[in-house]
């Protein structure tokens, strides 16, 4: 069911149901029918917490929420900084009619929590004001500050792209063509709404693809498969100081079959203090299966370090899926691959 934004919410009808996102991860809200309301207008009284455990906590008390049409902006609290923003939820979702009652499942969420959280909740590579947050436009909006399709504006600043998809485990998202180059720096985290890792497939996004192309600096990836690109699966281009864990480059979803890159795994080109990888198994990237170097340093890049990795083995380390090459250095200095750290040798 699709409520538009001609429909009249002036008077609330028995038999009318009602579903709303609360602004965030709001997947469990129970909501109240205010003793009160106002005359047209149906008015709710928000009782408690956000269910998802990195979701803001409203502490305040009870909010009352106004809607008016919910596909134009909503309406805003009149006791908060709370928007609604949407009343599309997943056939599963709890439906209402009347009194207390509890939403248990299947919301869409919409926008960021808090400043600098963009939310992908699709796996659909597509640009469009559905309310749906596409990884694509997640990118756009960090890098511009601005609400794209149907993500929230990102902050001047370090901006935090999150998943909240249906199934957990890894989904899958199969990219169209190449992704914007990542031009603020982000931490994009696939372990979150119930994930373990996000694939990123390549197969069908081009024969110039990047996987991700970072141009801005201090930017994280973690817990991400990054597989079948034309290119590169990871590309790391100028601004330094980025960090790359707990990924799998170049291979399937499992990490025990190859799915590899056109080219390097990851490059470093002309970037410096990146980090690759890390010193315990949680930070470990499995980088195998790719066409040319499994990591590759160039063009005066200084200061990397490469840490703890699995690089042409599957990611239990037990059997051989080979790059062309392992690590790769030229035309760079100073950079560390392995050392003497505990954990930091990348076995090949």
Not at 38 to 44: E, H, I, R, S
Not at 267 to 286: A, H, L, M
Request: charged share 10%; proline share 4%.
């Amino acid at each position: 069911m699709k409520t538009t934004a001609k429909r009249s919410y002036g008077l609330l009808l028995p038999a009318l149901m009602t579903l709303a996102v609360f602004t965030g991860y709001a997947r469990k809200l129970w909501l109240e029918r205010a003793t009160t309301p106002k005359k047209n207008q149906p008015v709710f009284n928000l009782k408690t917490k956000t269910a998802n455990p990195s979701a803001p906590l409203q502490t305040g008390g009870s909010f009352d929420l106004t809607q008016s049409s919910v596909l134009s902006g909503g309406g805003t609290s009149s006791g908060g900084n709370i928007t609604l923003l949407d009343a599309v939820g997943y056939p599963l979702a709890g439906l209402s009619t009347g009194g207390t009652y509890t939403l248990t499942d299947g919301f869409l969420p919409v926008g960021p929590t808090a400043s600098g959280v963009i939310t992908v909740n699709t796996t659909a590579d597509a640009v469009a004001a559905d309310g749906l947050c596409s990884l694509r436009e997640a990118i756009t909006a960090a890098n511009t500050n601005s609400a794209f399709g149907g993500c929230a504006a990102g902050t001047a600043g370090l901006d935090n792209i999150v998943f909240n998809l249906p199934g957990g485990g890894t989904s899958s998202i199969a990219l169209l063509s190449a992704l914007p180059a990542i031009m603020e720096p982000v931490t994009i985290d696939g372990a979150t709404g119930g994930a373990t890792r996000i694939e990123l497939n390549g197969i069908n996004a081009g024969s110039s693809a990047n996987g991700l192309l970072i141009t801005a600096g201090n930017s994280t990836l973690s817990s991400l498969v990054i597989n079948r690109f034309s290119l590169r699966g990871i590309y790391i281009q100028t601004g330094g100081g980025n960090t790359v864990q707990n990924c799998y480059i170049g291979l399937n979803s499992a990490g025990n079959v190859g799915a590899g890159n056109g080219q390097e795994g990851i490059i470093i080109d002309g970037s410096s203090g990146n980090v690759i990888g890390g010193t315990t198994p949680g930070t470990r990237n499995v980088v195998s299966g790719n066409n040319r170097g499994g990591v590759y340093i160039t063009n005066s890049s200084a200061n990397n370090q490469v840490l703890g990795n699995y690089i042409g083995t599957n990611a239990a380390g037990t059997a051989g899926i080979l790059n062309e090459d392992g690590v790769v250095l030229e035309n760079s200095s100073n950079n560390v691959v392995g050392g003497a750290a505990t954990g930091a040798l990348c076995p090949k």
